[in-house]
Structures are given as structure tokens and as C-alpha cells.
């Protein structure tokens, strides 16, 4: 890999790392809590599979910044403030009902496809390899988070109620999945990246379908929103405090 393309690279490996990590531990807030047993299994596994993404896009980024690619993932994941996560903020926010977590899993997961299936060709080998085993464990995700998502949409009023008003809260944020990360251009440019724009529309266009075709309804187009990963909600510090308590006890420590 040419030298100049692999700090861009790595920094937007790591944002894909950030969105699967702060999902993960959001996802985990359901363990012992879903409304139904199978769920409450269900949902911890897609958790924990979620965690395993996030390490694997951790150790690219190691490799690409030449650490070491067991240890470093850990300084990112517990030594960093919030300021430096670069996660979108659609995934900061606290688990809400049922309804909210089902919709937000069901973008991020659709938004993953669309993502994974590019990166799955891209010229790097352990990128691509990586992408396609993301893949594959993505497309289960899917298949279980469209089946609730037509499941709520088509009950009862008050199911169909909470998933719209999911929806409308959510689709706006969603949009950040696919704005241009800092450096992309340079990527994009040496067929490094699949530009974020172009599957922002692919996206876009295979959720209208599916959710129009459940009974839901898109909101109405918003102003983009232009502010960046390096902008967090406030909801993000508290989550970091909690999630990287034990390791800054000792931050010298092997745990």
C-alpha cells in the first residue's frame, strides 16, 4: 500500500470500528431486559457479534499505524476521551423501547450491507477478508432485525405508533452513516474506498422500499447534516465513563 493512503485509511477503518463498539455496548443494555426470553439471547449474541467487528477493524487500524495489534485495540477502546471516537451519533444514544432499538439495528445493520459488500472487493487482502466475514454474520442480523421491523409495523396500533416514532427520530441521524469521512477523497481517488455518497443512495433507496412496503413512512427530507464524527451527543461521556472505568483504575494493568 502506498504510504500516503494508510493514516487516511486507518482513520476511517477506525470510525467503522467506533459505530460497531458504542452499538455493542448500547445492544448489551438489552441483556436481561428484552420482552421475551428467545430475545433477550437473541439480541446478547448480536451484541457480543457486534464487539468481535469492532476488535477486527481495531487490529486493521493497529496494523496500518504499526502497533501491536493485540494491545493497541484496548488503548483505543478504553484511553481514549470522547472527543477522539469517531462514531456517528446514531449510536450513542441510550437503548429507548423496543421499537427504537429494533429500527436503529435495522439502518445500521442495512447500512453495514450496502458498506460490507464494496469493502468485500477492496484491493487489500485482509480488508477484504475481513469485510466479507463481517458479511457474513451481518446478513443474520438482517434477516432477524427485518422480521421484527414487519413484525411491529404490521401489529397493533400502538406497535406500528412506537416504530414511526422510532423512525422519525432516528432516519435523520442515520444519514451521518454515509457522510464523507475526513481523507476519503484521497481514497476514493487511488480505489481505496468506496465513495460514501454513491451508498448513501443505494441505501437509501433499498430501506424506502422495505419500510414503505411494512406500512411505515419516511420522514420528510431534512438539512444535512454536516457537522462530522468529531461531534458527539451528550450522551456519549457517560457511556465511556462507564464502559472504561475498570481499565483506567490501573491503566498500566493487563486485565
Avoid at 434477516?143 to 421484527?148: C, E, P, T
Wanted: with cysteine.
Amino acid at each position: 500500500m502506498k504510504p500516503g493512503l494508510r493514516s487516511p485509511l486507518a482513520e476511517a477503518l477506525l470510525a467503522l470500528a467506533d459505530d460497531e463498539l458504542i452499538l455493542a455496548h448500547r445492544d448489551s443494555e438489552w441483556t436481561g431486559h428484552a420482552p421475551i426470553l428467545e430475545e433477550d439471547i437473541a439480541f446478547a449474541n448480536i451484541a457480543l457479534d457486534e464487539l468481535g467487528h469492532a476488535a477486527l477493524w481495531y487490529r486493521l487500524v493497529a496494523d496500518l499505524r504499526e502497533e501491536d495489534a493485540e494491545r493497541y485495540p484496548d488503548r483505543l477502546v478504553f484511553h481514549r476521551p470522547a472527543g477522539a471516537f469517531r462514531n456517528v451519533r446514531l449510536v450513542e444514544h441510550p437503548k429507548g423501547d423496543w421499537a427504537f432499538t429494533i429500527v436503529r439495528q435495522f439502518l445500521f445493520d442495512s447500512a453495514e450491507q450496502v458498506r460490507l459488500k464494496a469493502l468485500a472487493a477492496h484491493p487489500q487482502a485482509s480488508l477484504a477478508q475481513t469485510a466479507a466475514k463481517i458479511l457474513t454474520e451481518e446478513r443474520y442480523h438482517l434477516r432477524h432485525l427485518s422480521a421484527w421491523v414487519t413484525r411491529l409495523a404490521q401489529g397493533t396500533p400502538e406497535s406500528k405508533h412506537r416504530m414511526q416514532a422510532a423512525l422519525d427520530h432516528l432516519w435523520p441521524l442515520a444519514g451521518q452513516l454515509f457522510q464523507t469521512l475526513p481523507g476519503e477523497a484521497i481514497l476514493v481517488d487511488a480505489g481505496a474506498w468506496p465513495a460514501s455518497p454513491m451508498l448513501g443512495i443505494e441505501w437509501q433507496a433499498q430501506v424506502t422500499d422495505f419500510l414503505t412496503g411494512c406500512g411505515l413512512t419516511i420522514p420528510a427530507r431534512t438539512s444535512p447534516d454536516e457537522s462530522g464524527r468529531q461531534i458527539h451527543s451528550a450522551h456519549l461521556e457517560p457511556l465511556l465513563a462507564e464502559m472504561q472505568s475498570v481499565a483506567r483504575l490501573e491503566p498500566q494493568g493487563e486485565w
